[in-house]
């Protein structure tokens, strides 16, 4: 107690409310920069859902409601291969090996994706898991087991690729073309809807982009070894130390580097190369050591089914060729009498003002003991041409981009068509390669060119009957030119019609490869997204197996093929009955099978 009057010393702990809004304040922890606030708790803990894209090559994953993803990772390491394949083994006992791989992978990639990238709880958080249209349903399980058993996750939701990413546009219908690692899927979507009858693929994707890169680097690169001393490396000249690019030093992080970095897509060659002159090689000198002269009469096919036999120890084989062998230029039969390697090189080098790059690589494990890196010489042609391997089509098998899009707008339906093409949208790495959309703009209008009038040949006999018409399986898409419109292009050219102009170049500025994450984090903002499953449904349904009460005999697999979404067993949706189904049929029969589909419906 303090005599009286003695003034009283004010308590330094004040408790009144402070004027100042704690949100203003910078010392508040927030939990995602785009929030002002951490009040946003729910059941589960807080609401921002956790957004994982897995690839088979790179995974990407964040938080809900955020513009780009948290962490981009390669799941076993950038020299790893792919965690899947789109083959399966042959045997049953070595595809289940792999499937066990495969688990303790996926398990150690999404722990990863908690407790490193994200740094929380998972039993707090809800899971979007973008999915792959055709992605394995065996893979999906496995990683809703380990979400649900392992990490204890609240609930996994399911939603497409496509879908997502056109949804990050601001758009609801659109033909999505996803160029990934694996394959190029395209997929129209119409209000929200994926098609998924009408889906088109192609393995012309990044993988193959990638073995055609390291095979023209194998091919027709230069590399320098470190000099084995400071000496010979003030007198021995560079040009003497030029060898053949070794197969160990071109790694899958270092040919993903260049891939990334270095190359780009050029100009089709038939617009950079208007005449029809016989093209004649140059006589400028170059230090890449010249190939050994190979067989003109070789196919595409040949180099590139020569990469995929593992059992070749060739240097030559085992460097996965697939080489073009009719690249579309005027001229290119003048090339026949020489080498067909040679014959490429001197048509891109002929078209191509891209400069050489030195990349400094390590060297291999026998040439460690000089001073230094050793010295990648990339061709600047190599670099500009490496991407018309995707491009290059005309196989059943192996359509091009541009052909997978065709192919698709056939099979749409034709009030359909010219809506899809004014709104394609490119997603995937791959479409991340710079000048990759306007060429691909380019390849669209060309295959839609009117055919060139056949060469008549005098007949000795005279026939009364008409000559057979060429083969058009485009030329129901020719009215379509005008109204070909990408929305991501980023060098659009000028458009004719009014629905081009509002669509082309018209989608925000995320790059490609994060689109279909943007969608997903958007999704989970708004509380949207694919089909959801909970836990509470994934242990009833995993009770019921281990009871018995489900019969097991006729589907090993029963419990996924009930709770995971799956589009490819699930029936399509009844829509109207045929117009000229059955022209016979009176008015009263037509009423009733149109009201017993819309009761089934």
Same mark, same amino acid.
């Given at each position: 107690m303090s005599a009286p009057g003695t003034p009283q010393r004010k308590n330094s702990f004040d408790l009144k409310t402070p004027t100042v809004a704690r949100v203003a304040s910078t010392s508040v922890i927030q939990s995602s920069p785009h929030y002002a606030t951490t009040r946003r708790h729910s059941l589960y803990g807080v609401e921002d859902r956790i957004i994982i894209d897995p690839g088979s090559r790179i995974w990407k994953v964040g938080f809900s409601g955020e513009g780009r993803p948290r962490d981009v990772f390669y799941p076993g390491g950038s020299n790893d291969p792919p965690l899947w394949s789109l083959g399966r083994a042959a045997d049953a006992a070595e595809e289940a090996e792999k499937e066990r791989i495969l688990d303790v992978k996926l398990e150690k990639s999404l722990r990863s994706v908690f407790y490193?990238?994200?740094?929380?709880?998972?039993?707090?958080?809800?899971? *979007?898991?973008? !999915?792959?249209?055709l992605l394995p349903l065996c893979i999906k399980d496995a990683m809703a087991r380990i979400l649900f058993e392992n990490l204890q996750v609240p609930s996994v939701s399911f939603a497409s690729s496509h879908v997502l990413s056109l949804l990050a546009v601001g758009r609801i219908t659109g033909l999505v073309v996803d160029c990934g690692h694996l394959e190029s899927v395209a997929l129209p979507i119409f209000a929200a809807r994926p098609m998924y009858p009408l889906i088109r693929t192609t393995p012309l994707a990044g993988a193959r982009l990638t073995s055609h890169l390291r095979a023209l680097l194998l091919l027709f690169g230069t590399y320098l070894p470190p000099p084995t001393s400071l000496s010979s490396a003030a007198n021995i000249p560079a040009a003497n130390r030029a060898t053949r690019v070794p197969q160990e030093v071109l790694t899958d992080s270092v040919v993903e580097e260049i891939k990334a970095r270095c190359c780009f897509v050029g100009d089709s060659l038939g617009i950079v190369n208007n005449d029809t002159r016989d093209v004649t090689p140059g006589d400028d000198s170059s230090d890449i050591v010249e190939?050994?002269? =190979?067989?003109?009469?070789?196919?595409?096919?040949?180099?590139?089914?020569?990469?995929? !036999?593992?059992? *070749?120890?060739s240097h030559r084989a085992s460097s996965e060729f697939s080489i073009i062998s009719n690249p579309r230029i005027p001229g290119a039969d003048s090339y026949r009498g020489e080498g067909h390697l040679q014959a490429v090189e001197t048509l891109y080098k002929r078209h191509s003002t891209a400069t050489e790059l030195r990349m400094r690589v390590l060297p291999p494990v026998?040439?460690?003991?000089?001073?230094?890196?050793?010295?990648? *010489? *990339?061709?600047?042609?190599?670099?500009?041409?490496?991407?018309?391997?995707?491009? !290059?089509?005309?196989? +059943?098998?192996?359509? =091009? +981009?541009? !052909? +997978?899009?065709?192919?698709?707008?056939?099979k749409v339906p034709l009030d359909l068509r010219k809506t899809l093409a004014s709104s394609i949208l490119m997603v995937g790495g791959t479409s991340m390669l710079p000048g990759f959309i306007p060429r691909l703009q380019q390849e669209l209008l060309r295959a839609l060119?009117?055919?060139?009038?056949?060469?008549?040949?005098?007949?000795?006999?005279?026939?009364?009957?008409?000559?057979?018409?060429?083969?058009?399986?485009?030329?129901?898409?020719?009215?379509?030119? =005008?109204?070909?419109?990408?929305?991501?292009?980023?060098?659009?050219?000028?458009?004719t019609t009014a629905r081009a102009v509002a669509n082309v170049g018209k989608a925000p500025a995320f790059t490609p490869a994060t689109m279909a994450w943007v969608g997903g984090s958007l999704a989970g903002a708004l509380k949207t997204g694919g089909v959801e499953v909970n836990r509470e449904q994934w242990d009833m349904a995993e009770h019921r197996d281990e009871d018995g009460s489900m019969d097991m005999s006729t589907d090993t697999d029963s419990r996924p093929h009930i709770i995971l979404p799956d589009w490819t067993r699930s029936p399509l949706p009844a829509g109207a009955p045929p117009a000229n189904a059955n022209p016979q049929a009176s008015p009263s029969s037509v009423r009733l099978a149109s009201t017993q589909v819309q009761v089934s419906a």
């Amino acid at each position: 107690m303090s005599a009286p009057g003695t003034p009283q010393r004010k308590n330094s702990f004040d408790l009144k409310t402070p004027t100042v809004a704690r949100v203003a304040s910078t010392s508040v922890i927030q939990s995602s920069p785009h929030y002002a606030t951490t009040r946003r708790h729910s059941l589960y803990g807080v609401e921002d859902r956790i957004i994982i894209d897995p690839g088979s090559r790179i995974w990407k994953v964040g938080f809900s409601g955020e513009g780009r993803p948290r962490d981009v990772f390669y799941p076993g390491g950038s020299n790893d291969p792919p965690l899947w394949s789109l083959g399966r083994a042959a045997d049953a006992a070595e595809e289940a090996e792999k499937e066990r791989i495969l688990d303790v992978k996926l398990e150690k990639s999404l722990r990863s994706v908690f407790y490193d990238s994200l740094l929380t709880d998972p039993k707090a958080r809800k899971v *979007i898991v973008v !999915e792959h249209p055709l992605l394995p349903l065996c893979i999906k399980d496995a990683m809703a087991r380990i979400l649900f058993e392992n990490l204890q996750v609240p609930s996994v939701s399911f939603a497409s690729s496509h879908v997502l990413s056109l949804l990050a546009v601001g758009r609801i219908t659109g033909l999505v073309v996803d160029c990934g690692h694996l394959e190029s899927v395209a997929l129209p979507i119409f209000a929200a809807r994926p098609m998924y009858p009408l889906i088109r693929t192609t393995p012309l994707a990044g993988a193959r982009l990638t073995s055609h890169l390291r095979a023209l680097l194998l091919l027709f690169g230069t590399y320098l070894p470190p000099p084995t001393s400071l000496s010979s490396a003030a007198n021995i000249p560079a040009a003497n130390r030029a060898t053949r690019v070794p197969q160990e030093v071109l790694t899958d992080s270092v040919v993903e580097e260049i891939k990334a970095r270095c190359c780009f897509v050029g100009d089709s060659l038939g617009i950079v190369n208007n005449d029809t002159r016989d093209v004649t090689p140059g006589d400028d000198s170059s230090d890449i050591v010249e190939p050994p002269p =190979s067989d003109a009469t070789q196919s595409e096919s040949d180099y590139s089914l020569a990469g995929r !036999e593992s059992n *070749i120890s060739s240097h030559r084989a085992s460097s996965e060729f697939s080489i073009i062998s009719n690249p579309r230029i005027p001229g290119a039969d003048s090339y026949r009498g020489e080498g067909h390697l040679q014959a490429v090189e001197t048509l891109y080098k002929r078209h191509s003002t891209a400069t050489e790059l030195r990349m400094r690589v390590l060297p291999p494990v026998s040439q460690q003991t000089g001073t230094g890196l050793g010295t990648l *010489i *990339i061709p600047g042609w190599v670099r500009e041409r490496s991407a018309e391997v995707l491009f !290059e089509g005309g196989d +059943v098998d192996e359509c =091009s +981009v541009a !052909e +997978v899009i065709l192919d698709t707008l056939l099979k749409v339906p034709l009030d359909l068509r010219k809506t899809l093409a004014s709104s394609i949208l490119m997603v995937g790495g791959t479409s991340m390669l710079p000048g990759f959309i306007p060429r691909l703009q380019q390849e669209l209008l060309r295959a839609l060119a009117p055919l060139p009038a056949p060469a008549r040949h005098p007949s000795p006999m005279k026939s009364d009957r008409p000559p057979l018409p060429q083969y058009d399986p485009y030329a129901s898409l020719r009215p379509l030119v =005008s109204y070909f419109a990408i929305l991501n292009n980023p060098n659009p050219q000028p458009a004719t019609t009014a629905r081009a102009v509002a669509n082309v170049g018209k989608a925000p500025a995320f790059t490609p490869a994060t689109m279909a994450w943007v969608g997903g984090s958007l999704a989970g903002a708004l509380k949207t997204g694919g089909v959801e499953v909970n836990r509470e449904q994934w242990d009833m349904a995993e009770h019921r197996d281990e009871d018995g009460s489900m019969d097991m005999s006729t589907d090993t697999d029963s419990r996924p093929h009930i709770i995971l979404p799956d589009w490819t067993r699930s029936p399509l949706p009844a829509g109207a009955p045929p117009a000229n189904a059955n022209p016979q049929a009176s008015p009263s029969s037509v009423r009733l099978a149109s009201t017993q589909v819309q009761v089934s419906a």
